[in-house]
Structure formats: structure tokens, C-alpha cells
């Protein structure tokens, strides 16, 4: 699985060096008023400190609950015995709200969010990012990349595997073919730091559609649910005359098949290795297949 798809910049490298895990999980708030903000803070228990954000008023608040008299902690002196009272009678705390200031790290990535959304017009959870595969790509390994088409990446694990880490290795090239040099910096530090600061909502989804030489395609998707990390879309390839690669066998692998000479031996070999009846022929530039479902088993043969 490959770890890191996009860019990282000097100015990230400040924020690889936080935490591992998540350090702050802010919660979406649909806040258009003070008064919202207020209730929406006052919804958690007295003394827990979190952070709220609006899309909308384009705001990220770090805020504090705590008692509305000023009063200490209810399970401490005098105090407890006013708090079990009150918890026997029915009768709620009142609380009150101190806003925070936002620490300047996570101003930072708001704000990030705030720019790629405005960018590309649409939902976090949205963002498409393309990249077209040089014939001659070899990666730092050597490995010929280039020549790797979507059926290779399906037929042949460690082929996904290798191209994972060319991407990894072009992050640079990739974001500059998509964005402006100072939006492209901004995206790949959300995408860098996605596991260090996870909002709740609308989370970073970045589905990026790789373009080999041959004209085939696949999708890889990078988002917060698989903490930043990309995984290839199953299902996504396309070959270079546009048929669905295959992955699974149910009754929608039904249909014909035109394929051209370049892609006969992979459509065969994906095929024949799902258990697929196939009758392939004896020429080698037999193009048009006819599938069929019956309800188990897909049979193919040449038409």
C-alpha cells in the first residue's frame, strides 16, 4: 500500500514531526451566529477542551467548558455535596464557554482546507487529481513502470505495488501537473499531516486517475479513512479500448468484448485466472468476445 502519494514540501516537514496518531479530531458545527457557536461548544462536559470549524463562516475555534459561576470542580470541598444535590434533583450545571486561541499549526491546516476547497469548487471529499504515465518511467529501483499497463497492476500485485512507490517518488511532478505551484504546497501538507488532523464532515478524499501509455486507466484514492495512505480503487481499470478490467465475476461481466491486439494475452490471463470458460481460438488477433452470465459461471468465446 503505498504511504504517501503527494508532494512533501520543506513546509511540511514541520508537521511530520508531530505525533503519529491524530491530535485533534474537530468537530463540524454549522454555526452562523455567536449564539450557535455558544450552544454547539456547550453540548460536551465541563472541562473538556475541543475545536470546532465552519465551512460556512470560515472559522476553526478552540474552546474550553467550564462552570458559568466560576466555580471549581463539583467533586471537590463544598462543592460535592451541592453537585450530588443537584444531580438528585434533576437539575443541570450551568456552563459557560472560554474560547481559545487556536494553536498556529492548526490555524495552518484549516486554512489549507479552506484554499484546496475554494480551488477546486467542491467538497473536500471530492478533490480529482490526474497524472498521465511516461512510456520510459523506471523507478529508483529500475523497475520499467512505464510499460505497465491497468491489467498488469491487477493480473500482477507486486506490478501495483512498484507503481505505488514510482508515485510515491514523483510527488512533485504529480502535484505540479494538477495545481498552482502555492495550492499545490497547501494539498500536500493536508495530505501529509490527514492523519495528524482529522476533521469530522467532510474529510480529505483526493481520487487520483492515472493515464498509462497504452491509454488505459485506474484510480487510486487517498483519504482520512485510510489515514492518508492510497489504495487502488477496486474495479476502476479501464483498458485502452475503454473495457472494464474485470475483478470480480458476477452477471455485470456480461457483454462483448473488443479488444485490441495489445491487450489479448492480459484480458486472457485475467480472465482465465477467475475461473472464467473461455474459448480463445487459434488466431492471435481475434479481437470481439461474447460473455455470457449464467447465473455462476461466466463463459466467453470468440465471435
Request: aromatic fraction near 8%; glycine fraction near 8%; hydrophobic fraction near 40%.
Given at each position: 500500500m503505498f504511504k504517501a502519494f503527494f508532494f512533501l514540501t520543506a513546509?511540511?516537514?514541520?508537521?511530520?514531526?508531530?505525533?503519529?496518531?491524530?491530535?485533534?479530531?474537530?468537530?463540524?458545527?454549522?454555526?452562523?451566529?455567536?449564539q450557535i457557536w455558544e450552544n454547539r461548544a456547550k453540548g460536551y462536559a465541563i472541562g473538556h477542551v475541543g475545536y470546532l470549524y465552519s465551512f460556512a463562516t470560515r472559522q476553526?475555534?478552540?474552546?474550553?467548558?467550564?462552570?458559568?459561576?466560576?466555580?471549581?470542580?463539583?467533586?471537590?470541598?463544598?462543592?460535592?455535596?451541592?453537585?450530588?444535590?443537584?444531580?438528585?434533583?434533576?437539575?443541570?450545571?450551568?456552563?459557560?464557554?472560554?474560547?481559545?486561541?487556536?494553536?498556529?499549526?492548526?490555524?495552518?491546516?484549516?486554512?489549507?482546507?479552506?484554499?484546496?476547497?475554494?480551488?477546486?469548487?467542491?467538497?473536500?471529499?471530492?478533490?480529482?487529481?490526474?497524472?498521465?504515465?511516461?512510456?520510459?518511467?523506471?523507478?529508483?529501483?529500475?523497475n520499467p513502470v512505464g510499460s505497465y499497463n491497468a491489467y498488469g497492476l491487477v493480473n500482477t500485485p507486486a506490478n501495483s505495488n512498484r507503481l505505488e512507490n514510482y508515485l510515491e517518488e514523483r510527488r512533485a511532478e504529480i502535484m505540479g501537473q494538477n495545481v498552482a505551484h502555492g495550492l499545490a504546497n497547501k494539498l500536500s501538507a493536508l495530505l501529509q499531516s490527514i492523519d495528524k488532523v482529522i476533521a469530522d464532515g467532510e474529510l480529505l478524499k483526493v481520487a487520483t486517475t492515472v493515464t498509462f501509455s497504452d491509454g488505459g486507466k485506474m484510480e487510486f484514492v487517498m483519504s482520512a479513512d485510510t489515514n492518508g495512505e492510497a489504495e487502488r480503487t477496486e474495479g476502476s481499470g479501464v483498458d485502452s479500448n475503454d473495457n472494464s478490467i474485470r475483478e470480480q465475476i458476477n452477471s455485470s461481466a456480461g457483454g462483448y468484448y473488443e479488444i485490441k491486439p495489445g491487450d489479448l494475452d492480459d484480458f486472457y490471463q485475467n480472465m482465465l485466472r477467475q475461473g472464467v470458460t473461455i474459448t480463445r481460438g487459434s488466431g492471435s488477433r481475434i479481437l470481439r468476445y461474447s460473455c455470457i452470465w449464467n447465473g455462476t459461471r461466466l463463459s466467453c468465446s470468440i465471435q
Open positions: 513546509a511540511v516537514l514541520s508537521m511530520a514531526a508531530m505525533s503519529a496518531k491524530a491530535d485533534i479530531h474537530p468537530a463540524r458545527c454549522d454555526c452562523t451566529t455567536e476553526l475555534r478552540k474552546f474550553e467548558v467550564v462552570y458559568a459561576d466560576g466555580g471549581g470542580d463539583p467533586l471537590r470541598g463544598g462543592e460535592e455535596d451541592r453537585s450530588r444535590q443537584a444531580g438528585e434533583d434533576g437539575l443541570s450545571v450551568a456552563t459557560a464557554v472560554n474560547w481559545l486561541p487556536v494553536e498556529p499549526r492548526y490555524a495552518t491546516y484549516f486554512n489549507d482546507m479552506l484554499a484546496v476547497r475554494d480551488y477546486f469548487a467542491r467538497p473536500l471529499s471530492g478533490i480529482p487529481i490526474s497524472y498521465e504515465m511516461p512510456a520510459n518511467a523506471v523507478d529508483s529501483r529500475g
